[in-house]
Nanobody, 130 residues
Framework: QEQFVESGGGLVQPGGSLRLSCAASGFTLNGYAVGWFRQAPGKGREEVSCISSYDDTTYYTDSVKGRFIIFRDDATNTVFLQMNNLKPEDTATYYC???????????????????????WGQGTPVTVSS
């Protein structure tokens, strides 16, 4: 089963930046679509951003467009989420999920609709506060 280690979260002031990492364990991410999802306290899981299995096309939820960037590094078998101009409403635990044969927008739609069929790691917490 695909497993990941998420890291890079922390406490940051509004307007600050963080880079989250999703490192794959036991398999190569080449050929997988990968997505970042988040869950704020008291709320359900929501999609943040996904990158396609087939190319580097990406999807972003409206609230993070222009602020977050998802990209992959095949050499390190890692997918990153660069988060800039962070806002208090970005406070959440962030998780990564991967699956084969998806375009970016499709993965970001399917995963929140069917969370039980995917492996969810420990996530990495992000707190945006002054």
């Amino acid at each position: 089963q695909e497993q990941f280690v998420e890291s890079g979260g922390g406490l940051v002031q509004p307007g600050g930046s963080l880079r989250l990492s999703c490192a794959a364990s036991g398999f190569t991410l080449n050929g997988y679509a990968v997505g970042w999802f988040r869950q704020a306290p008291g709320k359900g899981r929501e999609e943040v951003s996904c990158i396609s299995s087939y190319d580097d096309t990406t999807y972003y939820t409206d609230s993070v467009k222009g602020r977050f960037i998802i990209f992959r590094d095949d050499a390190t078998n890692t997918v990153f989420l660069q988060m800039n101009n962070l806002k208090p409403e970005d406070t959440a635990t962030y998780y990564c999920v991967a699956d084969q044969g998806f375009y970016a927008a499709n993965l970001c739609t399917v995963v929140p609709a069917r969370p039980a069929i995917y492996f969810w790691g420990q996530g990495t917490p992000v707190t945006v506060s002054s």
